[in-house]
């Protein structure tokens, strides 16, 4: 039996993924090279970190500015007992630098806001949304279409989850995907209506495979198409957004 590749030996490590005609070792290469901001450390975002980090993503900056309830362990990835009341993107990437040495992780302990947002999403070249709620998702939007960073918005609620990627200057944004912010009364959210542990590893695990396709092969993604699953009853849909010319926050990009 062969012994265990080990992060000193890229080749072995990555072979799966070098093998997909997908990606190759060109592909590899870029995924080798590119950053990633996740913003939110919670279901989605923690999925979604473990996927990137053992894919061999290059760079890592993780944003959360709150710290792991005992009731975070039912629906996230990574994060063990012991990680309680740890701020999240600290014990998230502490927890990731074990399971893949190389990639450049870096936590910032804080919320997104417009003060900082525009610095932030600048640290990568795709950003993932791990959020959970719409005003940070506006703020987000905002920056990343005013910098042209692209970004995979993804919400997930009871056994529902949606994505979508958006890519400044060519797509539909969140703003032109919903003119006013849902109100939060009558937002589904984990909160008011639960959540069922595999949805967010579904939406986390599309999200990253549209990164890692957006990273290796932008010209074939499809930007402004609004994916929605049910895990529970296994069905999937989809629609096309349009995007609105008359927009607050893209038309003008
Ligand atoms: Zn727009």
């Given at each position: 039996m062969r012994k265990p590749s080990s992060p000193k030996q890229p080749e072995d490590r990555y072979a799966r993924q070098w093998q997909l005609p997908e990606l190759g070792a060109e592909?590899?290469?870029?995924?080798?090279?590119?950053?990633?901001?996740?913003?939110?450390?919670?279901?989605?975002?923690?999925?979604?970190?473990?996927?990137l980090v053992?894919?061999?993503?290059?760079?890592?900056?993780?944003?959360?500015?709150?710290?792991?309830?005992?009731?975070?362990?039912?629906?996230?990835?990574?994060?063990?007992?012991?990680?309680?009341?740890?701020?999240?993107?600290?014990?998230?990437?502490?927890?990731?630098?074990?399971?893949?040495?190389?990639?450049?992780?870096?936590?910032?302990?804080?919320?997104?806001?417009?003060?900082?947002?525009?610095?932030?999403?600048?640290?990568?070249?795709?950003?993932?949304?791990?959020?959970?709620?719409?005003?940070?998702?506006?703020?987000?939007?905002?920056a990343c279409v005013a910098t042209g960073i692209p970004w995979v918005f993804g919400a997930v609620a009871g056994t529902f989850g949606m994505t979508m990627l958006i890519a400044p200057g060519t797509s539909a944004c969140l703003h032109c995907l919903f003119p006013e912010p849902p109100d939060r009364e009558h937002v589904l959210t984990a909160g008011n209506s639960g959540l069922i542990a595999p949805i967010p590893r579904i939406i986390a695990a599309l999200q990253v495979a549209t990164a890692l396709r957006w990273i290796t092969a932008p010209d074939s993604c499809q930007a402004g198409m609004l994916r929605f699953i049910d895990c529970w009853t296994a069905s999937l849909s989809e629609q096309r957004v349009t995007r609105n010319l008359d927009c607050p926050t893209c038309k003008s990009f």
């Open positions: 592909g590899h290469r870029r995924i080798r090279e590119r950053g990633v901001v996740i913003v939110g450390c919670g279901a989605l975002g923690s999925n979604s970190a473990d996927l053992r894919s061999g993503i290059g760079r890592l900056t993780l944003v959360d500015a709150d710290r792991l309830t005992e009731n975070n362990l039912q629906r996230v990835a990574v994060y063990r007992e012991e990680d309680t009341a740890r701020p999240k993107a600290e014990a998230l990437a502490e927890a990731l630098r074990a399971i893949n040495r190389d990639v450049e992780i870096r936590a910032v302990i804080d919320r997104i806001r417009e003060s900082n947002a525009r610095r932030l999403v600048l640290e990568g070249d795709i950003l993932i949304d791990g959020l959970d709620n719409y005003a940070s998702r506006y703020v987000v939007n905002g």
